[in-house]
Each structure stands twice: as structure tokens, then as C-alpha cells.
């Protein structure tokens, strides 16, 4: 029989990963305000080097929760990012999530 504190261990242990980390939840949030950000603007919100960036953003379009447009304007390379419906759905998913955590802890 499980008591309530392996139902909140529970909570923590399913909670999406991809999601969870820092940079990536930092990533999705800012996305999730917008239609399409620059890569740059990512980089300059989210604190990260443009490789952290990239690497982090790797990972959450290979997780299907991001597209990448890969353009130029002029002779410049322009990178956009935008929050896919999945990823949007996760990020949802991922705030109800720690919710229910947060009101399932005792703090006594």
C-alpha cells in the first residue's frame, strides 16, 4: 500500500525530464509567449552560450517540442525557433504536474 509520501516521490519521478531541466523549462516558457523568437534573443534571455543553446534546443526539437527555421537575411544566418503544438501540450502537462507536487507536500 502506498502512503502519501511515495505518491508525491511518485510525482517527482514522473515528471518529464526533457522538460524539467532549467535551460530547456527556461527555453519552452520564453517560447511559449511568442509566435516565433531569434535565436539570439533566446540566447541573451535564457542566459546561455550560443552552444548550450543549440545543444538544449537539439534536444527539445529531436523531442518534437520545437521547430527550428533555418534562413538568411541578406548574407546573415537567421535561426527562429518556435514552440510546437506538443511542445506547448508538455509544457502544460509539466506545470500541472508541479502543482499537483506542490499540493501534495506536507509542510508541517
Do not use: W
Not at 527556461?26 to 509566435?35: D, F, M, P, R, Y
Not at 534571455?45 to 534562413?71: M, P, Y
Not at 541578406?74 to 499537483?100: C, N
Amino acid at each position: 500500500m502506498k502512503g502519501p509520501g511515495q505518491a508525491v516521490l511518485d510525482g517527482v519521478l514522473s515528471v518529464d525530464r526533457l522538460v524539467h531541466e532549467p535551460a530547456r523549462l527556461a527555453i519552452l516558457s520564453v517560447l511559449s509567449g511568442a509566435e516565433q523568437v531569434d535565436f539570439g534573443f533566446l540566447e541573451t534571455v535564457c542566459r546561455l552560450s550560443k552552444g548550450n543553446l543549440s545543444s538544449h534546443l537539439s534536444r527539445l526539437e529531436a523531442g518534437g517540442l520545437v521547430a527550428i527555421e533555418k534562413t538568411y537575411r541578406g548574407r546573415k544566418p537567421l535561426t527562429r525557433v518556435a514552440i510546437t503544438p506538443v511542445g506547448r501540450s508538455a509544457l502544460a502537462h509539466y506545470r500541472r504536474q508541479l502543482a499537483a507536487l506542490v499540493g501534495g507536500i506536507d509542510t508541517k
